[in-house]
């Protein structure tokens, strides 16, 4: 394995003893995202959840109460600073045309890529602290913009992050509310080495091909760069603003 490119993030600009909660812990990034919290001393506590975790980690984004009951066990000894939704699929051969499109897999896409984030959402805004900059993102995806959108295809999985972008606007605008020092965005952590990218590799040019670690690293480097009027907006790994 290949040394990181960049150098840990600091998160400085979170509150010392920080408290993350990780979603999607077992992916590729969800577990890079651990990994890299783990290992920096501003961290006071990482809870890394997953469809495989043990109790009383273990959710599936199709199931509300299992959401609600990471929640509560997160928030038990104390409020969140660092909510991090990194799950997601996309079901295998995307559409290349509407000859293709599926209400199967239409309604599967919706469900994980869209649904379960808000759910996530509805247990966890809740939680974070109020006093202080707090961070709520969830992993998007750059072919879920409308406005980069040139090349079609990827119906399902498109409109579903499209869906999760609108959703992370919205809840933005009602979190601000509540604390105007939270950050709510959605992140686009490049194309990246995991199972998820796999099958579509052939096509990507293996200098643009980033390891989980360097996205989860540039993706928090990026949140900890992020201020409230960045807030409610989709953001690259790299710092970039992505148009919606
Ligand atoms: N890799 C890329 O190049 C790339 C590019 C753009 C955007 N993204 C986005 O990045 C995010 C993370 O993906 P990844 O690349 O790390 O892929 P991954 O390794 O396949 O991870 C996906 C994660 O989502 C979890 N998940 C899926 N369905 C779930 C459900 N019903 N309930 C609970 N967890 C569920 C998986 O859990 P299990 O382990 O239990 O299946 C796994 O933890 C996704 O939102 C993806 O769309 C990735």
Redesign the pocket.
Known sequence: MSEPLDPAPTLASLSPGLRALV????????GAFVAALGANPRVGKVMAA???AAAPWT????NEASIAAVAKAAAADGPLDLVLV?????LPNPEKSWRHLDPQVMSRAYA??AI?PALIAKHTLGLLRRDAKTVFAC?????GSIEDNRLGGWHAYRAS?AALDMLVRNLAIELRQRNPHAVCVAL??????????RPFQSAVDPARLQS?TDSARRMLATLDALGPGDTGKLWAYDGALIPF
């Open positions: 979603w999607g812990a077992s992916g590729g990034i969800g997953s469809r495989s959710f599936d984004l199709e990194a799950t997601g699929v996309l994980v890529n379960g992993i998007s995806a750059r072919v992050k686009h952590p490049g194309t990246v080495d995991t199972a998820l990218s989980p």
